[in-house]
């Protein structure tokens, strides 16, 4: 096959850009381009040559990976190739390898990518290497990687290329192996305890299943507007009336909400909803879940989150939200019987609370105000007003309040779960009015779901419903500080 005449661009670029440019035009020059390499086939990766390296022995090996370091010592020479699995020595000598192939060894760039052939030995200082036959450039990386010992310093940047920072840093490539162990083990868990795991749709007619503002779209061929999902509840929820017992779904949504440490406008949920239980059994499942998904990554159920202990090993601490305001700001909302008498209260001590707020939005921003930074070991928050929960069940004693808890860890929510109301009649008084707020101004009310009240109208049994916010919980069992640090691609403003 006649070799396509390509001409390599080298004009306008930088001193090393332009020298590893004329290195490319000086093999294709040759014949010896290695964009056309379509496929080579290795026996082992640099981490199972590591790790079976006695079991091996003098057999001879094949293994690829990114050039990352190299010594050029005469005649012979030392380089390092990497994947994500781990990394490899390699010892290079003319006479083994001929020449000319040396001769080309040498002109290579760190962050090549390379295919070595050769035999396992040990270095005299001890270091397990691989003793090169034949050097092969798999692909020329035409930019050069961040210096070696600062690495990819500025944080944009390092979200913006997240490949580069893959490549330069181990930390930031073990979180993301982490990440995905800890999904697995979140679906081993659940699979254990016989939940199916299923799929349902990320566009919706309307927004539903929890209080955020959604990102609009529109479908041409159907002439509507639709919503990227926000939850994953309402659907799941018409999988318990079907008759499926046990059900989840890990998946990503979307809320058009500000972004920080903690947030981004999409991510990865898990709901789950479990026939003839309740908000109890949604705690000793949350509890047990985390606990054995902590075990599972790091052998132990404690966890060290920015210089700290968390203890999950222990039972969660559990108490109420009014009993959590009590305690920290002083203020017994026990004892708050009207709307005037709460808004009363904010302006005393500074929360500005919105007109349509009744007492139970207000004992939410008391909360939020005194107590959510006091919570840093695993700690179970109960009974939420019934304002703030339109879909869980009510406490039949105390029919203001909600067999609800949230689960705080580090001051971050990551748990929601409740008792699901399966009243027809009283959802559809509580979607009337979150409509009702939502006209007032409340951008987060969710809209009334007839299809959904349609399904409550066939019947659902007492059921148990969780959220848990996957990025969060990955945060701290990678002792990540910000959501940005285990999202692969992060959400960023356009350059």
């Known amino acids: 096959m006649e070799t396509e005449n390509r001409t390599i661009e080298t004009e ?28 080579f086939d290795f026996t082992h990766t640099p981490a199972q040559l590591v790790e079976e390296f006695d079991a091996i022995g003098e057999g001879e090996v094949v293994v690829a990976g990114r050039i990352m370091s190299r010594r050029i010592m005469g005649k012979a020479s030392f380089f390092t190739i990497a994947d994500a699995g781990g990394k490899i020595q390699v ?24 295919g070595v052939t050769g035999k396992l030995f040990t270095t005299k200082m001890g270091e397990k290497s691989v003793n090169a036959f034949a050097v092969t450039l798999l692909s020329k990386s035409l930019q050069p990687l961040p210096e070696k010992f600062h690495g990819l310093t500025d944080v944009d940047t390092r979200y913006r290329q997240r490949y580069v920072d893959l490549i330069v840093n181990e930390e930031a490539r073990l979180a993301f192996v982490r990440r995905t162990k800890i999904i697995s083990e979140v679906r081993r868990f659940l699979d254990g305890r016989d939940f199916m795991e299923v ?25 509507s507007d639709f919503v990227l999902r926000i939850a994953l509840e309402l ?16 998946g990503r949504v979307f809320r058009n909400e500000g972004v920080s440490t903690r947030h981004n406008p999409e991510f990865t949920l898990l709901e789950l909803y479990q026939a003839y239980t309740d908000v109890g059994g949604m705690m000793e499942l949350t509890e047990s879940m985390i606990r054995h998904v902590a075990e599972a990554i790091h ?3 404690d966890v060290e989150f920015q210089g700290e202990v968390i203890e999950f090993s222990k039972p969660f601490a559990c108490i109420t939200m009014r009993e959590a305001v ?20 904010a302006k005393q001590h500074n929360i500005e609370a919105q007109p349509h707020q009744g007492i139970g939005a207000v004992l939410e921003l008391f909360f939020e105000r005194y107590v959510e930074d006091k919570l840093f070991q695993p700690t179970f928050i109960t009974e939420y007003p019934v ?24 001051s971050w929510e990551i748990a929601n779960a409740f008792s699901e109301l399966n009243d027809p009649i009283d959802q559809r008084r ?9 006209a007032a101004g409340d951008g987060e009310a969710c809209d009334i779901d007839e299809d959904f009240l349609l399904a409550l109208e066939y019947g659902m049994p007492p059921t148990g419903g969780l959220g848990v916010g996957m990025e969060r919980l990955i945060m701290l069992l990678t002792d990540s500080p910000s959501i940005r640090d285990v999202l692969l691609f992060p959400t960023l403003k356009p350059l």
């Open 12 to 39: 306008n670029v930088g001193e090393q850009l332009h020298v590893r440019r004329e290195k490319l035009a000086e093999l294709v020059g040759r014949g010896c381009d290695p964009f056309e390499i379509t496929k």
């Open 299 to 301: 052998g132990t159920a």
């Open 326 to 345: 009590k305690l920290h700001s002083g203020v017994n909302f026990a004892e708050v019987t009207t709307v005037e008498q709460a808004h009363g209260l």
């Open 387 to 410: 304002e703030i929960s339109p879909l869980a069940k009510k406490i039949p004693a105390d029919p203001e309040y909600t067999e609800r808890f949230e689960l705080f860890v580090n």
């Open 430 to 438: 509580r979607f009337t009015e979150q409509a009702a707020k939502k």
């Open 235 to 250: 659907h799941l929820k018409r999988l318990i009336v079907g008759g499926f017992p046990r059900v989840y779904e890990i």
């Open 91 to 114: 010892y290079i000598k003319g006479e083994n390898v001929g020449e000319q192939t040396y001769d080309d060894f040498r002109r290579l760039d760190i962050g090549d990518i390379v």
């Open 199 to 223: 799929e349902t749709p990320i566009l919706h007619a309307q927004a539903g299943g929890a209080a955020a503002r959604p990102f609009m779209t529109y479908h041409n061929a159907l002439s």
